[in-house]
């Protein structure tokens, strides 16, 4: 919903199950699928949540909140089942000496539980690959970069990264997450990758561009090397 040219917040609810046949109740409309899942004895995998973008004197800020679990009583408390992701980000846009210049950081947390569900099937994944945030369950990213045109034809950006993950054991986790007692963000530690990279394109011809990437890696438990260089 649109309030105003400078600020919009949106709305959403997904539902993953599967194994039999689509239950009628989640074809109604009007109804939300988070009190029609739990109607049906919490099968299935609901998902929700929302967004905000407010723009003012060339600064965007912007947040999101992705929920998997929610149990509303609960929410504050220590063991509660509430499973979020969110993101939190700002942009600006400047001029310096008639070159346009746009500065961006965002940052990205997900609950060591978000992804997850008790029956595979429903896990919000297609071939082991998550179809959420790309680092996953129990892991955050952080990004910082700064874009210009150079031309109407050209463009180049430069960019930090660093993001952990966990090294937990996944069904383990999988296991006490719905148990009572609470699940800590990257509790057992966690390997990391850092990216120092600086992109350019240029179009070669008609309809075709070419895009160079140089990047700068340092890493903990995730390649064979530690630090190393990608073109």
Not at 42 to 56: A, K
Not at 58 to 63: A, I, K, P, V
Not at 111 to 125: C, G, T
């Amino acid at each position: 919903y649109n309030f105003s040219e400078s600020f919009r917040i949106g709305l959403y609810e997904q539902l993953v199950f599967g194994a039999r046949n689509i239950p009628a109740v989640y074809l109604i409309p009007v109804l939300p699928y988070w009190s029609s899942q739990h109607e049906q004895g919490d099968l299935d995998n609901v998902m929700m949540g929302f967004d905000i973008d407010f723009i003012r004197n060339n600064n965007r800020y912007y947040l999101g909140l992705f929920v998997d679990e929610w149990a509303p009583y609960s929410t504050f408390k220590e063991d509660n089942r509430n499973w979020f992701a969110y993101q939190f980000g700002y942009s600006r846009y400047f001029n310096i000496l008639n070159n346009e210049f746009l500065l961006k950081a965002e940052y990205t947390k997900v609950d060591p539980r978000a992804y997850s569900h008790r029956f595979a099937i429903n896990e919000l994944k297609h071939h082991g690959y998550n179809l959420g945030y790309w680092s996953g369950r129990n892991s955050d990213d952080l990004v910082l970069n700064i874009s210009t045109i150079i031309d109407d034809n050209s463009f180049l950006r430069i960019m930090y990264e660093y993001t952990r993950f966990p090294i937990d054991d996944y069904h383990e986790s999988l296991e006490n997450q719905y148990s009572d007692q609470a699940v800590t963000f990257l509790e057992d530690g966690f390997n990391f990758r850092k990216k120092t990279s600086i992109f350019f394109t240029i179009p070669i011809s008609f309809n075709i561009n070419c895009d160079l990437e140089y990047s700068y890696l340092r890493s903990r438990g995730l390649y064979n090397v530690e630090k190393f260089d990608d073109f």
